[in-house]
């Protein structure tokens, strides 16, 4: 999965709870996103980066919040975790925003369940 | 607001046939599409990218064109294999911006 690492891969937590979801690249990419995938809806951007400390809002970000310390590693945190929250969270890499650069790279998904 | 949408949730086709994809826009205009396919319990992998001054591109046995007047990009698999069975996703996207992804298609190929 083109050098990304999500941690961890499955966790079902309770409601109320915080959670941080961890991605991990090796590519020196300066984009980095947080996606979520439910049925019916598809791909939904939550958060992403476009460099250290620097953060935007997606379509779906009530409820998440993001940081990035490092170039390599992009963290979503759920301060308080809803059933709604439920889902497969995907986060990927992009070189750019540009034309060609904005191809991006997936990671292999975090299944998060909350119970 | 800004909608995309792929014909149909799920597409059946026989080994060895052409399966075509469609992916529709409205309310947007975007400099280049883009192709992913995902596998079951994997993320998407890219597949091909197509600019708006592009009609046509090709890679092996896929081919996208892309149609701006029409808002359309269809998406076509030939001489397609049972090993082509996943879910194929359009995305669309503008310099500067975040890419925006559709619902997917679900394609089974049967042998």
């Known amino acids: 999965d083109a050098g990304i690492t999500q941690s961890p891969r499955h966790k079902v937590t309770e409601t109320g709870t915080p959670v941080t979801l961890r991605c991990h690249q090796t590519e020196n990419h300066r984009y980095m996103y947080w996606y979520r995938q439910d049925p019916g809806h598809g791909l939904r951007l939550i958060h992403y980066s476009y460099g250290v400390k620097d953060t935007d809002k997606g379509e779906v970000s009530d409820g998440y919040s993001v940081s990035r310390s490092k170039t390599e590693d992009f963290l979503l945190t759920l301060e308080s975790a809803t059933s709604s929250q439920t889902s497969v969270y995907f986060c990927?890499?992009?070189?750019?925003?540009?034309?060609?650069?904005?191809?991006?790279?997936f990671g292999a998904g975090t299944r998060l369940s909350v119970l | 607001s800004q909608k995309i949408e792929q014909n149909s949730e799920a597409l059946n086709i026989q080994e060895g046939k052409t399966a075509t994809l469609t992916c529709n826009y409205t309310n947007y205009s975007p400099a280049y599409l883009q192709w992913y396919r995902q596998d079951p319990g994997r993320g998407p992998v890219f597949l091909l990218l197509?600019?708006?001054?592009?009609k046509e591109k090709r890679k092996e046995r896929l081919k996208v064109t892309f149609d701006t007047t029409l808002k359309q990009s269809l998406f076509h698999i030939t001489a397609s294999q049972p090993a082509d069975s996943a879910t194929y996703l359009c995305?669309?996207?503008?310099?500067?911006?975040?890419?925006?992804f559709g619902k997917g298609t679900t394609l089974s190929v049967s042998s």
């Open positions: 197509i600019r708006e001054n592009e």
């Open positions: 990927a890499i992009s070189e750019s925003t540009g034309l060609a650069k904005n191809i991006q790279y």
């Open positions: 995305a669309l996207g503008q310099a500067g911006t975040a890419l925006i």
